[in-house]
């Protein structure tokens, strides 16, 4: 900037208060009573006063009231001020302040003072009132010229980048007020996560919200520091006070840390409040008749023990209170951890029990199958017997249904001793009914061939075993059936002894005969029963051979000695050896001493499974095909 351009204000200034001086002095002699000779001023004022309209002017002033006078004494400080704030304080605003104020003071000051000079009768002429008349237009023109020529750009660079840095250290410190607010109050928000995702979604993204605002308002700062003009610097200085302003990082916090806490609640309240520990059927269990120690929780932050029904409510309580976030988010998870505990007991005690449940239910299930598909002449008496219960000997499936509901209930009432003894009691009645429907099969091949009678199975008594006799007594007349050491013996009122020996005989020439092993494809296909004729037996061989194998064993030896004699005989065996050595997935080896006792059937499990596995598969392979 040129000397000549900062000088030019000063002057016009200078020279605008010319006429303001002259006034004040005016005023100043006025107020004191002073005249020109007794102030000493009169070699000055003579000749000024020789001059016409200026002597009128002189009157007129001095016949003014003391406010008028006043007032021209404010227009002398305002021009003052403004020489003070325009070269000492440089201070723009304060310059332009006092210019206006001066200027339109003694314009509208000065016509109202001298307006007599325009009324007429003074003998002024209009010249001269003309030329009187630019004192003030010139004065206050002067004024503001004075304040808008001034070299202002220094001073309001300066100002703005003064601004812009309180400005940035203030969005500084509203950052560190978030950051430390957000950390205190919200510690730990993150591990809620599980409970509460979408409250703790909510507060990552409020965070992220208030960064973004923040980053916006550093880059208006930016902006602003890369204007050239110092006037749209500070005008663009003032959009970035407002907005960082309007950052109110504590007003922040609180509204997050509320809407979390409000949130939180209701996932609380979902997760805690209609919680309930479900058995492997679908059903909740009463947790309130276990133990004290499974249904009293010990939540972290929370006074005295958590009844297991108020969990919810006191999770609650405690985030409504004045409880810090982490202490929340530890009680929080205190409860989770204590349900996971009850949960885990529960699991443990129902599992043998819904265990013997399932294996029942698979029985009855079995035993009525069999039922349904046997085509026995008293069958009508096995479903009597096996679904109807019509018998002392045994409950029917029927009642044993109803005694597994009744289990179910004493489970989900948390009863597990009760309901793993009750559900035993069924699971073996269940498992008594499938031997006994498949014995009674086979009973009834024997009679049908005349045999001379069948080795009871252990897991009937003497009352099923005398009705299953009964039975087949009535649906053969020619048959008597004893019941004696485990043994049901046959005798027949259409059979001769030596009938009977003669068909014995027979029967062993044909064994001899018949290669036990097959190894050659010889005979026994000719004298072997189809499979679909001899199917309750092998299923009876099958589950009894299953019986036999200790679980985890690979090997099995079988004494053929063991099973009843009825089921002994080569149709059942070779059909069953058969059957079994095409299972290639599930047996490496098959061999069948002989197809009669004496002798062993000796299985060696496939790799990565035991003989009662590949077994219990077999027999329900068997099944699938042949029933």
């Not at 806490?261 to 979902?270: E, G, N, Q």
Request: charged residues 30%; glycine residues 6%; proline residues 4%.
């Amino acid at each position: 900037m040129s000397t000549s351009q900062s000088r030019r204000p000063t002057v016009a200034w200078a020279a605008a208060g010319l006429p303001l001086v002259v006034t004040l002095g005016q005023t100043l002699m006025a107020l004191f009573g002073y005249t020109s000779a007794s102030a000493g001023v009169e070699p000055v004022t003579g000749p000024l006063l020789s001059v016409p309209v200026l002597f009128e002017a002189a009157v007129v002033f001095k016949e003014s009231s003391g406010v008028v006078m006043a007032l021209f004494l404010l227009i002398a400080v305002a021009w003052a001020s403004q020489g003070v704030t325009m070269h000492r304080l440089e201070h723009r605003e304060a310059t332009f302040g006092a210019a206006t104020l001066g200027s339109v003071l003694f314009f509208v000051l000065f016509f109202g003072v001298y307006a007599p000079l325009y009324g007429g009768g003074t003998g002024v002429g209009p010249v001269q009132l003309g030329l009187f008349s630019l004192v003030p237009i010139l004065a206050s023109g002067l004024m503001v010229y004075a304040a808008s020529d001034y070299p202002w750009a220094v001073t309001v660079d300066r100002e703005a980048s003064e601004e812009l840095g309180e400005i940035e250290a203030s969005l500084d410190d509203a950052q560190a007020t978030f950051r430390e607010a957000f950390d205190r109050r919200l510690d730990g928000f993150e591990e809620l996560s599980t409970t509460a995702p979408e409250a703790v979604d909510t507060v990552e993204q409020r965070r992220e919200e208030f960064q973004s605002q923040v980053d916006d308002a550093r880059q208006l700062l930016a902006d602003c520091r890369s204007i050239d003009d110092p006037e749209r610097r500070r005008s663009r200085a003032g959009d970035a006070r407002r907005r960082v302003d309007e950052l109110r990082p504590t007003a922040t916090v609180d509204r997050i840390e509320s809407g979390f806490r409000d949130r939180l609640t209701d996932a609380v309240r979902a997760a805690f409040g209609d919680r309930t520990v479900e058995s492997a059927f679908g059903s909740p269990y009463e947790v309130v008749n276990l133990p004290t120690r499974f249904r009293e929780f010990d939540v972290p932050g929370v006074e005295g023990d958590v009844h297991v029904r108020e969990v919810d409510r006191a999770l609650i309580d405690l985030i409504e209170s004045d409880a810090s976030v982490a202490t929340v988010a530890s009680a929080v998870d205190g409860a989770h951890r204590e349900f996971d505990r009850l949960e885990r007991h529960v699991a443990d005690r129902e599992t043998p029990v819904v265990e013997t449940i399932r294996q029942a239910e698979s029985d009855l299930e079995t035993a009525e199958s069999e039922v349904e598909r046997d085509r026995l002449p008293f069958a009508d008496r096995l479903s009597e017997v096996v679904v109807d219960g019509r018998t002392e000997a045994t409950p029917g499936t029927r009642e044993l249904r109803r005694e597994l509901r009744r289990v179910r209930d004493r489970l989900h009432d948390c009863e597990f001793d009760t309901a793993g003894r009750e559900a035993d009691t069924v699971a073996t009645s269940a498992d008594r009914l499938v031997v006994f429907v498949e014995f009674a099969g086979a009973v009834w091949s024997a009679v049908d061939t005349r045999a001379s009678g069948s080795n009871v199975p252990e897991e009937l008594d003497d009352d099923l075993v005398s009705v299953l006799a009964t039975a087949v007594e009535r649906a053969d007349e020619a048959v008597a059936v004893a019941h004696e050491d485990d043994r049901l013996s046959f005798e027949y009122a259409d059979v001769t002894p030596d009938a009977e020996s003669t068909e014995a005989s027979d029967e062993t020439d044909e064994t001899d005969a018949t290669d036990p092993t097959d190894a050659d494809g010889g005979s026994e296909t000719d004298n072997v029963q189809q499979p679909e004729a001899v199917v309750d037996e092998v299923l009876y061989v099958l589950r009894e051979l299953s019986t036999a194998a200790e679980r985890g064993e690979t090997f099995l030896q079988y004494n053929l000695d063991d099973l009843p004699s009825s089921m002994a005989t080569a149709d059942v065996l070779v059909n069953t050896r058969r059957f079994v050595d095409r299972q290639t997935d599930l047996f490496g080896r098959v061999d069948l001493q002989s197809p009669e006792p004496p002798g062993f059937f000796e299985l060696t499990a496939a790799d990565d499974t035991d003989v009662e596995t590949a077994l219990s598969t077999a027999r329900e392979r068997f099944r699938d095909r042949y029933v």
